[in-house]
Nanobody, 127 residues
Framework: QVQLVESGGGLVQPGDSLRLSCVASGRGVSTLPMAWFRQAPGKDRDFVAAIGWFGDGTYYSSSLEGRFTISRDKAKNTVYLQMNDLEPEDTAVYYC????????????????????WGQGIQVTVSS
């Protein structure tokens, strides 16, 4: 079983930056790709970014690439999401996610393809 715990959310102003963290624990977690999703009120859970654990790259939502950066610290089993130049439209609950299989491609963007989820963390961008 894999456990994912997010942290780093909060209330920020437009134009600010924020870094989310996701600590992963459990058997085999170090071999899994990891992803971030977000869900705004009344909307679907949308893909943000994903990263492989063995250097097989990163993948972003086309609308967010350039402002958001995903990275990982393998020694800490932690994945980060650096968010810059935040906009009110970025307000959402952000979720860390992982698939069951280490073979899952980082280009998989459907939430249905990820079996493990964190509890989510609120990010609010407001003046």
């Amino acid at each position: 079983q894999v456990q994912l715990v997010e942290s780093g959310g909060g209330l920020v102003q437009p134009g600010d930056s924020l870094r989310l963290s996701c600590v992963a624990s459990g058997r085999g977690v170090s071999t899994l790709p990891m992803a971030w999703f977000r869900q705004a009120p009344g909307k679907d859970r949308d893909f943000v970014a994903a990263i492989g654990w063995f250097g097989d790259g990163t993948y972003y939502s086309s609308s967010l690439e350039g402002r958001f950066t995903i990275s990982r610290d393998k020694a800490k089993n932690t994945v980060y999401l650096q968010m810059n130049d935040l906009e009110p439209e970025d307000t959402a609950v952000y979720y860390c996610a992982a698939p069951e299989s280490h073979k899952r491609s980082v280009t998989v963007t459907s939430s249905r393809e990820y079996e493990y989820w964190g509890q989510g963390i609120q990010v609010t961008v407001s003046s």
